[in-house]
């Protein structure tokens, strides 16, 4: 018999349920699908998709999908969907502007894995190395850069959340003995700022500086300003080493997900090869989703770029309605160019709490997703100022 002749015996019934629920437990999980169905009405405070429909996939929660390991590398787990996660890292490779010999990605459990993983990258080329971040960066950083134990320095940030490149120039020039690491924001989480890179990069040069690192943090904003006509260069073009997008964001997705992309050289150096699962350990995680990767690769066949193009169209148009419906009932309301984000003065906690709008000190910020409708922007607006005649009365 051949090595890759199929084996003869069938495996027992694979989609035959488990066991039972007694009606309690039933009515538990109506309980819980109710709430979140209901939640999902009032959701306008973060940047993620909030509702879509993937059911041509239910089918595959039958199987044990596993991507363990590095997804260009054939594995002896031969249940996965490797094949789909390739596919996608192409399409984001060719949306970030790599080409197909130099770049390698995976797909992760979010935006935070990628921005671990292009920080893992850094350190383990530049040991003594540096990273600059903004202090309006998402509040994740921070601490895995504890996890990693890198050096770093936080740079201030501009009142519109960009970073402040006289102060990064200053603190980047006192040291330059070492390699500089800089964690850029395209699109920060309270008011989506987009750091300069190409400026960033232009300023490495100018003090002359050998090595570097820019790592991306393309959250959102991965996923807007391609689709932007006159949006600013975020991306490899712009001379950045590696990128995280999130998936669960502005394409949505019922399980958190996103994908980092980083140039192919940088990782060879540090893939092990692992005889248990027959592939190479480039991940940060062993086991990984293949569920995921399905996600993605049916949100970007059925809607394609031009699909994209025209959600980010409409949302940026929903973006400038509720800026202007805000200013109108006397709001401080504004948004950065080419943002989703709509940041506003913090309005009163009756609203916070029917809204589940995401506040930080004296500002709150509402993102227009796809699906948040203008009637729900008038609500809000009507709820806001209606709770501000309260407080006065
Ligand atoms: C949401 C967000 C993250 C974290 O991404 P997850 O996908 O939630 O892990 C990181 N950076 C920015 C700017 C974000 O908005």
Not at 24 to 30: N, V
Not at 151 to 178: C, F, S, W
Not at 356 to 373: E, K, W, Y
């Amino acid at each position: 018999m051949k090595s890759e002749a199929k084996p003869m015996l069938k495996t027992t019934e694979t989609t035959a349920p488990l066991g039972a629920l007694s009606p309690e437990d039933e009515r538990r999980l109506d309980e819980m699908f109710a709430y979140v169905k209901e939640q999902a009405e009032t959701f306008v405070g973060y940047p993620c998709r909030g509702r879509f429909d993937y059911s041509p996939l239910h089918r595959f929660l039958n199987y044990p999908i596993n991507n363990v390991g590095d997804p260009f590398a054939p594995s002896t787990y031969r249940v996965h969907t490797r094949e789909i996660e390739l596919e996608v890292l192409a399409w984001f490779a060719e949306l970030t502007h790599i080409s197909a010999e130099q770049y390698w990605g995976y797909v992760t459990n979010g935006g935070t894995e990628g921005n671990i993983y292009g920080l893992f990258l850094a350190r383990e080329l530049y040991p003594s190395g540096m990273v600059y971040y903004s202090e309006d960066t998402h509040y994740s950083v921070a601490k895995n850069l504890r996890v990693l134990n890198m050096k770093h320095i936080m740079i201030k940030a501009q009142p519109n959340g960009e970073i402040d490149y006289d102060d990064l120039y200053e603190t980047i020039r006192i040291h330059r003995d070492v390699p500089p690491i800089v964690f850029a924001n395209v699109g920060t989480t309270m008011t989506e700022a987009v750091d300069d890179v190409t400026r960033i990069r232009r300023m490495l040069r100018e003090l002359a500086i050998p090595e570097s690192y820019i790592h991306c943090d393309a959250a959102l904003c991965g996923m807007t300003l391609p689709f932007l006509d006159g949006a600013p260069e975020y991306d490899f073009r712009a001379g950045i080493d590696s990128i995280s997008i999130s998936g669960h964001k502005f394409i949505g997705s019922p399980i958190p997900c996103g994908v980092v992309l980083a140039k192919k050289r940088y990782v060879d150096r540090i893939a092990r090869s692992i005889e248990y699962v027959g592939t190479l350990d480039t991940t940060l995680t062993g086991s990984r989703n293949g569920i995921s990767p399905l996600v993605l690769w049916y949100a970007i066949r059925s809607r394609g770029a031009d699909g994209f193009r025209r959600e980010v169209a409409a949302c940026v148009e929903k973006a400038k309605y509720a800026v202007r419906r805000l200013r109108e009932i006397g709001m401080e309301a504004w948004r950065n160019p080419f943002a989703i984000t709509v940041v506003f003065e913090r309005p009163a906690p009756s609203v916070l709490q029917k809204w589940q709008i995401a506040v930080q000190r004296d500002r709150a910020h509402i993102i227009t997703m796809q699906t948040i409708s203008k009637e729900q922007i008038d609500e809000l607006v009507s709820d806001i100022e209606a709770a501000r005649e309260e407080v006065k009365a």
